[in-house]
Each structure stands twice: as C-alpha cells, then as structure tokens.
C-alpha cells in the first residue's frame, strides 16, 4: 500500500486542502489533557502540524517512507516510518504506553488501515477517561451546476482502480466500522458533515485530481484516465484554465471515546 503514495508524494503536499484550524480546536475542546497525540496515516503531515497548536507533543505516522520526506520538520512533532509489518506491541511502544494519547487523529486515510488492528491498538493507548479519537475524509467536491455532474464522471471511472475498502469511501464513511462511544460529532453510520471551502485555480485542481491513488494505479496498469480529452472537459466545465473557482469539499467525520 505504501508505493500508492510514494510516486505522489510531492504532488500529495502541493495539491492537498489545509483542514480548517477551528476543527482542530473543536476537538481538542473535548480531552481532559493536552499531552500527547496521535495523528495516524500522516500523509504530508498537515493534521499534525494543526493538531500540534494544542497539544505538547505529537508523534505522526505513516506506511510510506516518501510521504514522510515531504513533511514539515516541527519540534513538538516526532515523525515515524510504520511499514506494515510493525506488530501492535511495537506501535504501542513507538507511540508512548497504555491509557497515554488524549487524541488520535485519521484524516484522509481511515479507508486504508486494517481496522480492527488500528482500532484494537487506540483502544489500549487512549487515555480513558477524557480520550478522543476523530476520523475525517473528504470524496466529493461541489463546484457549481456545470462542473459538478463532468466531476461526477471522471470519479466514476477511477472506482475500480481504488485498492482498499472503496465502498467506505463511496457511501461517505456511513459504513465505516467506528466502535467509540459518540461524543455528538457524528458516530458510526451517521458522519458529521462537514464543508472546507478553498480557492483553486484549474491547475491546482488538476494537480489535486493527479495525486489520487487510483490515478496513479491506472497509470501503472496502462490507463490514463486524466487523458487530453477527460482534461479538456473538465476545463471547459470549469469555465476555463484562467478562473480561480472555490470549490466546496464535502467532508464527513467520526468522533468517539472509548466505551466503558
């Protein structure tokens, strides 16, 4: 899984929306203490670096050695390479001990994990009581009448190039397995909604479409499914290659305690 991300790391960080501050600041609302967190699946490290304005140490992790290159350098926050080897005691010592993270954050990732492995693991080192994990991921994007039903077609051709757990994806993580407690942030089949605007030039939206994985699986299957045709079209949908639009990402997310 973790060659997914290699390829487009760099792409990933330049392409990717900032999530907004306030949600950092919502959740960090919720623990009782502030010491430690857990930001899983890393990415480029932009959770981490919000995630780090509230607590006094981070430790960010993630399968892929690329996208850990490409992360901020922070001093609060300890960046970690986990190949999918690591075992649960080791992951469990790398991040600290049993009942010691006040929040465990997924952002954009939660689809890719072995679940009852990750969870299993957040069970034993969340602090109990007062600590929080939150699981977000944003799929779609509203743009406006004319572009929205173009977008809708080319994300229809890049399903069956998903590698894992797509449908968590597709049914906007209704269906993803969450075994917390709510604390009225949306719990498991029934997501809080929410809206992250960003200004995007085309370029950019294009460079954010390049950094799906299952672009780049197409690719290296021998299908481009951002060809000159399927470019052109969501160009001129756009309104063309000059306008700066803001696009809407319709983002959904899971917040829970462990349950006594």
């Known amino acids: 899984m973790a060659r997914l991300f290699n390829k487009q790391a760099k ?17 960090a609302s919720l623990t009782t203490h502030h010491l430690l967190a857990w930001d899983a699946g890393m990415g480029n490290g932009q959770a981490a670096l919000g995630v780090v304005e509230h607590y006094e140490q981070v430790i960010a992790t993630d399968v892929s ?13 300890r960046y970690h390479h ?7 005691e080791e992951l469990v010592t790398l991040i600290g001990r049993e009942n010691s993270v006040d929040l465990v954050t997924v952002a954009q990732a939660g689809h890719w994990f072995d679940l009852p492995k990750f969870y299993s693991i957040v069970t034993r080192i969340l602090r109990k009581p007062g600590g929080i994990i939150a699981v977000w991921c944003y799929k779609s994007f509203a743009v406006s009448p004319e572009f ?59 460079r954010m479409l390049r950094s799906f994985s ?4 197409a690719v290296e299957q021998g299908v481009d499914l951002l060809s000159e045709k399927v ?17 809407i990402y319709k983002t959904f997310m899971l917040v829970g305690k462990v349950k006594a």
């Open 11 to 27: 792409l990933y960080l330049d392409a990717r929306p900032t999530y907004p501050r306030e949600w950092y600041s919502m959740l």
């Open 231 to 247: 470019v052109k079209e969501l160009e001129t949908a756009w309104g063309g290659c000059e306008l700066v639009r803001t696009i």
């Open 148 to 206: 929205d039903p173009v977008m809708k077609q080319f994300y229809d051709t890049t399903l069956p190039y998903w590698k894992r757990n797509v449908q968590y994806l597709t049914d906007d993580y209704k269906e993803l397995p969450f075994p917390f407690e709510s604390v009225g942030l949306g719990f498991e089949g029934q997501p809080l909604e929410l809206d992250m605007p960003k200004e995007v030039s085309f370029e950019g939206f294009l």
């Open 82 to 88: 986990t190949p999918l080897s690591i075992s649960e």
């Open 65 to 77: 050695e690329e996208q850990l290159k490409h992360a901020m350098p922070h001093p609060r926050i």
């Open 214 to 217: 299952a672009v780049n699986t």
